[in-house]
């Protein structure tokens, strides 16, 4: 019973460097979700799909692009990596697109920029 | 804007001790409301979750929730601690259909033997 899957759990990365984080969910989810998640910040939303097709932008998406490859996977780019952007990501997964939907959440990609 | 406030961002407490972590939302309107749990290393689980069927809401592990739309909070209790309560706890309220969830900023219970 998977749930939200997230590759990779660790990564480190320099300055400028670009990486691709994968999500994935066997739930039949409609709606995914990214965040990242920052000492006394809370969890802030970057990007959001809705539906397959479709994607928003959330609280702090700049620095971040988005692709909903299918219903099942929703992956989260950083083209040029910055030592901000230094946080653990989560990706999350809810039946549809409402505010009184409860999301499901991965382990966390735990991501370092130096 | 609307907003979701957690009082206290770190709460120590001894095992057998009632846990209080407190949530308030900024809305005339009931919200709907949740709490989840995060352990070490893990993403968050979802605690429980106000549905407006009463307002007294009891979820996993011996946790509840009450909502008062008097004092707009949505307090997390639990009569006594067990040191695998030590955990980060979040309260998300969603204001409107069709919005995102907003996360407050979290609370740190610590356990005590």
């Known amino acids: 019973n998977a749930g939200v899957t997230q590759t990779p759990k660790f990564q480190v990365l320099k300055t400028g460097q670009s990486m691709t984080l994968q999500c994935a969910q066997d739930?039949?989810?409609?709606?995914m979700y990214w965040y990242r998640q920052d000492p006394g910040m809370g969890l802030r939303l970057i990007y959001y799909?809705?539906?397959?097709?479709?994607?928003d932008k959330g609280e702090v998406p700049n620095g971040y692009n988005v692709s909903r490859l299918n219903k099942r996977e929703f992956s989260l780019r950083l083209e040029s990596a910055a030592p901000s952007q230094t946080s653990v990501y989560f990706c999350?997964?809810?039946?549809?697109?409402?505010?009184?939907?409860?999301?499901?959440f991965g382990d966390g990609t735990r991501l370092s920029i130096l | 804007a609307q907003s979701v406030t957690q009082l206290g961002s770190h709460v120590s407490v001894s095992e057998g001790a009632l846990v209080l972590l407190r949530c308030n939302y900024s809305?005339?309107?009931?919200?709907?409301l949740f709490w989840y749990v995060q352990y070490p290393n893990q993403g968050l689980q979802l605690l429980l979750k106000?549905?407006?069927?009463?307002?007294l809401v009891k979820g996993i592990n011996g946790f509840e929730a009450e909502f008062k739309k008097s004092e707009t909070s949505f307090h997390l209790t639990k009569p006594s601690a067990h040191m695998s309560d030590a955990a980060e706890y979040f309260c998300?309220?969603?204001?409107?259909?069709?919005?995102?969830?907003?996360f407050g900023k979290g609370t740190t219970l610590s356990v005590s033997s």
């Open positions: 999350a997964s809810s039946e549809l697109w409402d505010s009184n939907q409860p999301q499901h």
């Open positions: 739930m039949n989810h409609n709606s």
């Open positions: 799909s809705a539906s397959e097709g479709t994607t």
């Open positions: 809305s005339s309107v009931p919200p709907y």
């Open positions: 106000y549905t407006s069927a009463a307002t």
């Open positions: 998300a309220v969603g204001y409107q259909a069709g919005t995102a969830l907003i």
